[in-house]
């Protein structure tokens, strides 16, 4: 029979972490094609650090396919394409229409996201993909 602690750890080591770290997940995101301090990417983390958590759970599930932070923290993040290693959660600005919603790529970790121009499209575009398409989750 296991302890309640032991049962609790291995609830971590299956599920992940519950609480999300936002500057555990700043720290590990890999940029494409865009820098640390550009529109897209402060904006991003604005409109990320506005949300509840449960809409955060929801936001990580639509990039990576999981509602839940591996147990070491976002640099643990793992792809689906069988590749061995970490796959890092990715910020990937692309050109595209600003009229466009933000596109996930769940095998790769990684968020498309078009050169809108201001925070409030940003917010809106990001809040309209993640609330309202439909897809599947990896608990």
């Known amino acids: 029979m296991m302890s309640s602690k032991e049962a609790l750890s291995l609830k971590l080591i299956i599920g992940g972490l519950g609480k999300i770290d936002l500057a555990d997940w700043k ?3 890999r940029l494409k094609h865009c820098a640390v ?15 509840t958590e ?3 759970g929801r936001l990580l599930q639509f990039v990576t ?14 792809g ?3 590749s061995a290693g970490p796959r890092l959660f990715t910020i ?3 050109e595209a229409n600003t009229d466009n919603l933000p596109k996930a790529h769940t095998c790769f970790n990684r968020i498309d996201i078009p050169p ?9 575009k990001l809040l309209t993909a993640v609330e309202e398409t439909c ?3 990896v608990e």
């Open 27 to 29: 720290s590990n995101t």
């Open 37 to 51: 301090d550009s529109n897209v990417v402060c904006w991003f983390w604005e409109a990320v650090e506005s949300f």
């Open 54 to 56: 449960e809409r955060r």
């Open 65 to 78: 396919g999981s509602t839940r932070v591996p147990l070491q923290g976002f640099k643990a993040l793992q």
């Open 80 to 82: 689906s394409t069988g």
């Open 92 to 94: 990937h600005l692309i």
């Open 116 to 124: 809108y121009e201001s925070y409030e499209k940003l917010y809106e």
């Open 135 to 137: 897809g599947f989750a």
